[in-house]
């Protein structure tokens, strides 16, 4: 329908047509009350295109139009067709990687060859390796006595609704479609008001790929609007979410009043632990990219560094030479750039809030603290790279999430009170640590209280291998074998042989 489209032109010259309506039962569909939530470009504060808003109106539409699919094709379509479609997906996607890693780019901010290079090779990657997955998910034979048969199946739940952030908003995606779909579950997604662009042109390919109807839903809305109706919906089966750890607390709270299954990934203040004996450059590279990649804008992002007492002041200056160096804030459309601007005002906002915060809490402010304003014509959302020391853990800075390119550094004695300090949090989501003695590495990951451990490194994340946190960092786990769990039910099936009593 051509009123649900508009023709861009993005800033690299990538022309191409954005789907604006609610993608629903595999067609382009207006929101209810025409509400439309309206993107803005981080970078130069332009306003890119208009998308429709759902309704909980629309909400209903888009359950009613997965469980008709659940119940028709999908739930009972041989594993390995419902796998080749994924994979069909995975390779539409690499096929139309440029123009989607120009949206995200475009619409989120983060560097061109991040998004191309990362972030879109993950989302072909993640969809293609449950496309693996759909026909090599089965029960068991359980073995009890000659007079009784048992096992399990493992069933789809059903219908999910699964709300996403705006940071990753592609990688969100197939993070949570790929699992649930081979597992023969429908979806109705929420992209985040954010980022609400690249999704749409997604769904264009999901359609291509040769999904039935109704399968994968794809909606934009407001999260206290098209969110919570989907978190309280009787039609939805299971709730998966990312974001942060306070409205995962109020999805969880709406998810209990039909006490849907849940997934949530939350905040975190990952610590990131650098023994005396570690590899003072890898350290320090590795410091650099665990806070610093995608504006800081990263759940797992290591924003507490803790460093042993003998080598801080070394690793300091180590530290603000790798930033200067390596963080260039500018455009993020250009090759030289790492930093792009935050993803809204309201972030930037937040993120210049807790400069004053640390300053007036008395810690050091080492480097940056301030608006970043030498990018184009002076607008957009850019902040210097902020690096705070001498922070004590009573500290705001030390204990909450800024979600930027704001990190603080904290000394410690010995194993002892680094374990204290990185444990000291509610949140409990990546850690890492630097040390060459492999005894002491092994000994430090199994009591750091973290859903992932980083041993010489930050922020490794894989689609083969769990990723989830602890504490108030969320429930349960995505990808890897570990996502398949989040996404079936065992159905024990017994079976009496004829000779039980
Ligand atoms: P942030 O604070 O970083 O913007 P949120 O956790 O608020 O992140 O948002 C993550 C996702 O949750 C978005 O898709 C957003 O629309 C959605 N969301 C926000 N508030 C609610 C809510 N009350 N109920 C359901 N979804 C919500």
């Not at 954005?18 to 025409?34: C, M, R, Y």
């Not at 290079?117 to 359980?142: F, S, T």
């Not at 990312?242 to 998810?255: D, L, N």
Request: proline content about 4%; overall charge negative; glycine content about 10%.
């Amino acid at each position: 329908m051509s009123s649900l489209t508009v023709e861009l032109t993005a800033p690299n010259g990538v022309k191409y047509t954005q789907p604006t309506g609610l993608f629903i039962n595999n067609e382009w569909v207006a929101s209810s009350k025409g509400n439309k939530i309206t993107s803005i470009n981080p970078t130069d504060e332009s306003e890119i295109a208009s998308v429709h808003a759902a309704e909980p109106e629309d909400v209903d539409k888009a359950v009613e139009a997965a469980r008709a699919a659940f119940k028709g094709p999908w739930r009972d379509m041989a594993t390995t067709e419902r796998g080749d479609l994924m994979i069909n997906l995975a390779g539409l996607i690499d096929q139309n990687k440029e123009v989607l890693a120009t949206i995200e780019t475009w619409d989120n901010g983060k560097p061109y060859s991040v998004a191309l290079n990362e972030d879109l090779a993950e989302v072909a990657g993640c969809m293609k390796y449950y496309g693996g997955w759909a026909d090599k998910i089965h029960g068991q034979v359980i073995d009890t006595s000659p007079a009784k048969l048992a096992y399990t199946i493992r069933e789809p739940i059903g219908v999910c609704g699964q709300i996403i952030p705006w940071n990753y908003p592609l990688a969100m995606a197939a993070w949570k479609l790929g699992p649930a779909i081979a597992c023969g579950n429908t979806v109705v997604l929420k992209s985040a008001e954010q980022t609400p662009l690249s999704i749409l042109v997604f769904a264009n390919l999901v359609k291509e790929a040769g999904f039935p109807p109704g399968v994968i839903n794809i909606i934009n809305g407001h999260g206290r609007v098209a969110g919570a109706a989907m978190a309280q919906h009787p039609g939805i089966d299971k709730i998966a979410f990312t974001g942060s750890t306070s409205t995962g607390r109020e999805i969880m709270k709406m998810a209990s009043l039909t006490m849907k299954n849940i997934t949530l990934e939350t905040g975190g203040k990952s610590p990131l632990l650098v023994f005396d004996d570690a590899d003072l450059d890898q350290a320090v590279k590795w410091s650099h990219v665990g806070i610093m990649s995608n504006m800081g804008q990263i759940c797992t992002a290591t924003s507490r560094i803790l460093v042993q007492e003998s080598i801080y002041d070394k690793f300091i200056e180590a530290f603000k030479k790798q930033v200067t160096e390596t963080s260039k804030v500018g455009d993020p459309f250009k090759d030289e750039t790492f930093q792009g601007p935050q993803v809204t005002k309201a972030q930037y906002e937040r993120v210049l809030g807790y400069i004053d915060t640390g300053k007036s809490e008395g810690a050091t402010l080492a480097m940056g603290g301030e608006a970043y304003k030498n990018v184009g014509e002076g607008k957009g959302f850019f902040v210097s790279p902020t690096v705070f020391t001498n922070v004590k853990d009573s500290m705001r800075i030390f204990r909450e999430e800024v979600f930027g390119p704001f990190v603080v550094v904290v000394s410690f004695k010995d194993e002892e009170e680094a374990l204290a300090l990185a444990n000291d949090t509610t949140y409990g989501l990546g850690s890492a640590l630097f040390t060459k003695d492999i005894v002491k590495a092994h000994r430090v990951a199994r009591k750091i209280e973290a859903g992932m451990v980083w041993i010489n490194s930050s922020q490794d994340s894989d689609y083969r291998i769990p990723f989830g946190g602890v504490k108030q960092s969320g429930i349960g786990r995505e990808l890897g074998e570990a996502g398949l769990e989040a996404y079936t039910n065992k159905k024990a099936v017994h079976v009496n042989l004829g000779t039980w009593l």
